[in-house]
């Protein structure tokens, strides 16, 4: 990468990490303030820790339309504000209701499909690949950090205090994002990356990018209903204070991760992601089964690892599941769905499982995420075996602009290529093809053959 793309790829990462660890920080502590918060109910306390859900759900994708038309920046600074107010409002809160407007408004700064679009703006096409991965690794190292980091700041400071670190974390994102985020020579639509508007109806209608986008959500929903009743059983059923937390939630995050990349490794040597998918999902229902039962350090430490070793291989595999599922002009619509779907599966988690909690109990709350993952794995059984294909982006010659027809032709022609498409107003190709079988050289050649033919 060149020092600007490396500055780009460094500044939007910590942006994107630091906005996720102050929504996430809360998740292990929160409702271990269910009985001193005034006006706090089961539900009310579910609604809290999910309604950033539901505010990020509706307003991601008209974020990152909008940015197309009114700059990059301005928007994420935006995004930024509503995360540090909500985070002032949250923090200052003498009742659960100031909680969940504070939470409401900090999940309003939805800027994740703004700081792609911006990626892609910053990044050339030939390394976007690479600057994603920075991203995505960041966001996965952001959430072991929250977890473990959340107890810890709360045992110093309190609850408030989580909402104050977020606040100021917001404020050094804003930093980052002017004195230290280059500034794009132009924004311009990236399909492959933030969503369309002209897609969204065809994303809906596809049968394989719906069943992802249920799985998602019951994956989501199933992990926030677990956090308003995991914090109560470590201090009920193991007597561990709640400052000592992080000394479950650190081990047990690791080891999950640990276990995760054999599984990772096996499904894409093999090609086999569909049953290591289906393997994850009957693991979760497993873990829903035998969490309401675990009253032992051993049982609890057993059932929290396997939870997120099927977690965080769902997580990683199913993003990538969508890239390959959707066509190459479409990419960015059908994530922006599937982060949606993620998103409201937090909100449904919170109001659900709050439900479950207050006329079920505990086991109602395990009950929920065991019918939910059942479900699924009956969706996942119909999942037709994934492609694998993978999704190149490529800077278009100039020579090329007034011929997208002819180009198109020729790249579809070229061994290993399942789908091609041209855009001369996103200076862009675009194309679905099969490792295995594509030639890198044969494409160079097609894109600097016009530009020779023209000399």
Known sequence: MTPSELRAT????????????????????????????????????????????????????????????????????????????????????????????????????????????????????????????????????????????????????GLSGIFWLTAILGGVALLLLFFWVPVPARCRPHPDMVPVPGGLRHALREPELLRLNVGIFILHMTLAANFLVLPLMLVERLELASEFHYQVYLPVLVLGFLLMIPAVIYAERRRALKPVLIGAIGLLVGVQLLLPFAATWLLLGIALVLFFAAFNLLEAAMPSLVAKTAPVAEKGTAMGLFSTSQFLGIFAGGVLGGLALTYVGVA????????????????????????????????????????????????????????????????????????????????????????AARA
Do not use: C
Not at 53 to 77: C, E, H, N, Y
Not at 389 to 397: D, F, K
């Open 10 to 157: 460094s500044g939007l990462a910590a942006i994107y990490s630091v906005r996720m660890a102050g929504l996430f920080m809360v998740l292990p502590v929160f409702m271990l303030y269910a009985d001193v918060l005034p006006g706090a109910t089961p539900f009310l306390m579910g609604l809290a820790l999910g309604i950033y859900g539901l505010t990020q759900a509706l307003l991601q994708i008209p974020f990152g339309m909008i940015s197309d038309r009114v700059g990059r920046k301005p928007l994420i600074a935006l995004g930024l504000l509503l995360l540090i107010v909500g985070s002032i409002v949250a923090a200052l809160a003498e009742s659960v209701y100031g909680i969940i407007l504070g939470r409401a408004l900090q999940g309003a700064g939805a800027v994740a499909a703004v700081v792609l679009a911006l990626t892609a703006d910053l990044i050339s096409e030939e390394r976007r690949t690479r600057a994603l991965a920075v991203i995505g690794l960041t966001i996965g190292l952001t959430f072991t950090a929250a977890m473990v980091l959340g107890p810890v700041v709360d045992r110093m400071f």
């Open 364 to 451: 109602g709350v395990f009950g929920l995420g065991l019918a939910a993952a059942v479900v699924w794995l009956l969706v996942a059984a119909t999942m037709a075996p994934p492609s694998h294909l993978s999704n190149r982006a490529y800077a278009l010659p100039k020579p090329w602009m007034a011929a997208e027809g002819e180009l198109s032709g020729r790249l579809n022609a070229l061994q290993g290529v399942a789908e091609a498409r041209v855009s001369a107003r996103e200076a862009a190709v675009y194309l679905k093809v099969d490792p295995a079988s594509f030639d890198e050289h044969a494409l160079r050649d097609v894109l600097m053959g016009h530009s």
